[in-house]
C-alpha cells in the first residue's frame, strides 16, 4: 500500500504561484509513475500532470503547459507542482495519484493510490 498526502494548497490572486507538494510513504517501491489531477466544482476529474519515479520523463495536460511544472525528490519521496500565471479555471480540488505503470498515465482508473486533495482557489 502507499499512502499520499498533498499539502500546499490555498487561494491565490490570477497571475499568481503555488506550488503543491505531495509526500509518499508506505510501499514506495511499488511506484512507477505519479500524477497530479484536479476536480473543479461539477466537473470530473482531469488529469494534469505526470512524472515517472525512476526516469523523471514529464508528461502536461494541454490546459497547464507551459504554466505548470511538475518535478520530484526521490529522497523526500515527494513529488512537487508548480503551479505559475494561475487563472480562474484552474480552481478546483488537485489530487496527487500513484501508480504502478511505467508509463504515464492519463485516465484516473490507471492510478491505484489516491490522496485525500487539496483546495486551489484562483481569485481576486
Known amino acids: 500500500q502507499v499512502q499520499l498526502v498533498e499539502s500546499g494548497g490555498g487561494l491565490v490572486q490570477p497571475g499568481g504561484s503555488l506550488r503543491l507538494s505531495c509526500a509518499a510513504s508506505?510501499?514506495?517501491?511499488?511506484?512507477?509513475?505519479m500524477g497530479w489531477h484536479r476536480q473543479a466544482p461539477g466537473k470530473e476529474r482531469t488529469f494534469v500532470a505526470g512524472?515517472?519515479?525512476?526516469?523523471?520523463?514529464?508528461y502536461y495536460a494541454d490546459t497547464v503547459k507551459g504554466r505548470f511544472t511538475i518535478s520530484r525528490e526521490n529522497a523526500k519521496s515527494t513529488i512537487y507542482l508548480q503551479m505559475d500565471s494561475l487563472k480562474r479555471e484552474d480552481t478546483a480540488v488537485y489530487y496527487c495519484?500513484?501508480?504502478?505503470?511505467?508509463?504515464?498515465?492519463?485516465?484516473?482508473?490507471?492510478?491505484?493510490?489516491w490522496g485525500q486533495g487539496t483546495q486551489v482557489t484562483v481569485s481576486s
Open positions: 512524472i515517472t519515479w525512476s526516469g523523471g520523463n514529464t
Open positions: 495519484a500513484a501508480t504502478p505503470s511505467r508509463t504515464i498515465a492519463t485516465e484516473e482508473y490507471e492510478y491505484d493510490y
Open positions: 508506505g510501499s514506495i517501491f511499488e511506484i512507477g509513475v
